[in-house]
């Protein structure tokens, strides 16, 4: 049950922060005992999605030498998925070209707010571009870019910073499946199946760096801005400043006085580093000259004030599995299904947690 609640509540705050994401339909206890790390109640979750095929499942028949399993696989998900693809020269390397695009903007969605998948293997990649497989997965409290949760994730495979990183690499993964499609010999699939992969760092790159300037109330693009970014972080992560509050916070502030400070500021160890950031950071704003409310407005639609804090997921599990109490899962799915509100009768559910209340590892368990 535990592993179905998480997939369940990140699943739904996925969604509510406007992540393509498969959803979950439904959770169903079986009444059975199941082993893990102890005897745990068993459950079912129901799964829905725009399509269940993964880079895993062209990979079962491309290792079988099967290419006309491949190709009837491929045949479904541009029919399915990627109809525009059709009508290519050929189908088959716009479908490589379409879902190395679609992954390199979900993996931005994902680094922008601070999303850590946790098992990133190529049966977890859903070729329609959705978050599929929510096993180990957490969101970070303090930003770190190093930052692992998933208990089995010993060397750090799948840490935040790397998964930019392990998306190319996963799809290089499919790229080898539609070889036999993508080109009339050998020399020349691999060529396209190249040109195409290389193609998927700047996708990411425009999908994050727009995304951040976004977060910092950024409009015009302008030289800079991503050193401004950069610098933000390397403040947060030597501060242990939270990631989703300073930039909810920053939402708040974002004017060109710094009198409102104290919130954001109390999140850095040392709220100097803050100060000598946020003066840069003004005068970037003052150039653009556009109305603050606007801006704070702007800025806290895509500046989430909640997140299914691991603790507080932890907190939920907990409670229905120990005491069937689903209140705390009811409270927790009310914020995370709304995050970009405030809730002030919730507003605990955006706390960062104490230091007690630090959950340093994930499991999957399913």
């Not at 959803?23 to 082993?35: I, P």
């Not at 079988?64 to 109809?83: E, N, S």
């Not at 994730?153 to 935040?160: F, I």
């Not at 195409?196 to 425009?206: C, G, K, Q, V």
Request: charged share 25%; net charge negative.
């Amino acid at each position: 049950l535990g592993p179905v609640l998480r997939e369940y509540i990140v699943s739904e705050a996925m969604a509510g922060l406007g992540i393509p994401t498969t959803r979950a339909l439904a959770m169903v206890a079986t009444g059975e005992v199941v082993q893990r790390e102890r005897a745990e109640p068993g459950a079912i979750l129901t799964r829905v999605a725009a399509g269940h095929v993964r880079v895993g499942t062209f990979e079962y028949f491309a290792r079988r030498g099967k290419t006309d399993a491949v190709r009837t696989l491929a045949d479904y998900v541009i029919q399915r998925h990627y109809p525009e693809a059709a009508g290519a020269v050929n189908p088959y390397r716009a479908l490589l070209d379409e879902v190395i695009h679609r992954q390199a903007d979900l993996v931005a969605r994902w680094m922008l707010v601070g999303f850590i998948h946790g098992v990133m293997n190529t049966d977890n990649m859903s070729i329609a571009g959705e978050t599929i497989d929510y096993g180990p997965c957490a969101f970070m409290d303090s930003y770190h870019p190093a930052t692992v949760y998933s208990s089995i994730d010993h060397g750090g495979r799948y840490a935040y910073d790397q998964q930019p990183r392990v998306g190319h690499w996963n799809l290089a993964r499919f790229a080898e499946t539609l070889l036999p499609l993508v080109g009339e010999t050998q020399e020349e699939a691999i060529d396209a199946a190249r040109t195409a992969l290389d193609a998927y760092p700047a996708r990411f790159e425009a999908s994050y760096h727009t995304g951040l300037r976004r977060k910092l109330g950024l409009v015009e693009e302008r030289d800079g801005d991503l050193g401004l970014a950069a610098d933000l972080l390397e403040r947060m992560a030597e501060q242990q400043a939270d990631f989703t509050l300073t930039f909810r916070r920053l939402s708040d502030v974002a004017s060109t006085h710094p009198a409102a400070d104290a919130e954001v500021r109390a999140l850095f160890a040392d709220p100097l580093g803050f100060d000598t950031w946020a003066r840069k950071w003004r005068e970037r704003l003052a150039v653009e000259g556009r109305d603050e409310t606007v801006r704070r407005r702007e800025m806290r639609a895509v500046n989430a004030a909640f997140i299914p804090r691991n603790h507080r997921v932890q907190q939920a599990i907990d409670a229905a599995t120990d005491a069937q109490d689903l209140q705390p899962l009811d409270d927790l799915l009310a914020v995370v299904t709304r995050p970009y509100e405030d809730h002030p009768d919730l507003a605990e559910y955006a706390r960062p947690p104490e230091p007690h209340e630090v959950v340093r590892q994930t499991f999957c368990g399913t």
